[in-house]
């Protein structure tokens, strides 16, 4: 069985700090996770992905995330928050079939200018 | 590339009436596409897992009678709300898988409301 858990349900920054969105997963198999972004209204939009490779991923918008296999975590962290980067961010994980995706509850990211 | 759009992004409609929302993978072959709903300031719930040339797969609680889902080429998938009423007001998001089943890619969403 596979299920992700976002630990923050809102998350608000200044302008220019870093970001940290956690996320924590459990799952039977060697998982694949993913950060997805989606602005008001839009679609979700890929950030990164893990799966099996390297296990600091890095992305778009210069976000990126580590995979802590000992932790069971995949937070993502961005150096400097700009306020485009306010939306919501959902971590997802998924077996590697394309079977089954398990998303999180989501996380609200506020940036404060 | 991976691109997915949908069609209508906004629809309004009468209670009664039948409303059909297209999903199609621009640059890939999508032999598995996904159909969620997504209420305010929540996650996605998966409602449908459409399998070009079969029958799709609903999740427990949505009605296949109520959701109508066909996805009869490798680039279409197409869900229609039949009957709609106020209480199936929603946003209605699609993914797309591409062969390697590795990824899912997400169209922009379709938000329907129902008077």
């Known amino acids: 069985a596979q299920s992700v858990t976002q630990l923050d349900s809102h998350v608000s920054v200044s302008e220019g700090t870093p970001v940290l969105l956690r996320c924590n997963y459990s799952s039977s198999y060697s998982p694949s996770l993913f950060w997805y972004v989606q602005h008001p209204n839009k679609g979700l939009q890929l950030l990164l992905k893990?799966?099996?490779?390297?296990?600091l991923v890095k992305g778009i918008n210069g976000f990126e995330a580590e995979f802590k296999k000992s932790e069971t975590s995949f937070h993502l962290t961005k150096p400097s928050a700009h306020m485009s980067d306010a939306a919501e961010y959902f971590c997802?994980?998924?077996?590697?079939?394309?079977?089954?995706?398990?998303f999180g509850t989501g996380t609200s990211l506020t940036v404060i200018p | 590339g991976a691109v997915v759009s949908q069609h209508p992004s906004w629809v309004i409609c009468k209670s009664g009436t039948s409303v059909k929302i297209e999903c199609r993978s621009l640059?890939?072959?999508?032999?598995?596409m996904f159909w969620y709903r997504q209420f305010p300031k929540q996650s996605l719930m998966l409602m449908a897992t459409?399998?070009?040339?079969?029958?799709?797969?609903?999740e427990q609680g949505v009605e296949k009678d109520k959701f109508l889902i066909n996805h009869a080429s490798l680039t279409l998938s197409t869900l229609t709300v039949t009957s709609a009423h106020p209480e199936d007001s929603s946003f209605y998001i699609c993914?797309?898988?591409?062969?390697?089943?590795?990824?899912?890619?997400f169209g922009p969403g379709t938000r329907l409301l129902v008077l």
């Open positions: 993914s797309a898988l591409p062969p390697s089943r590795e990824t899912q890619y």
């Open positions: 459409s399998n070009e040339g079969s029958k799709a797969t609903y």
């Open positions: 893990y799966t099996s490779a390297a296990t």
């Open positions: 640059d890939f072959q999508a032999t598995t």
């Open positions: 997802v994980v998924s077996d590697g079939s394309g079977n089954q995706f398990y």
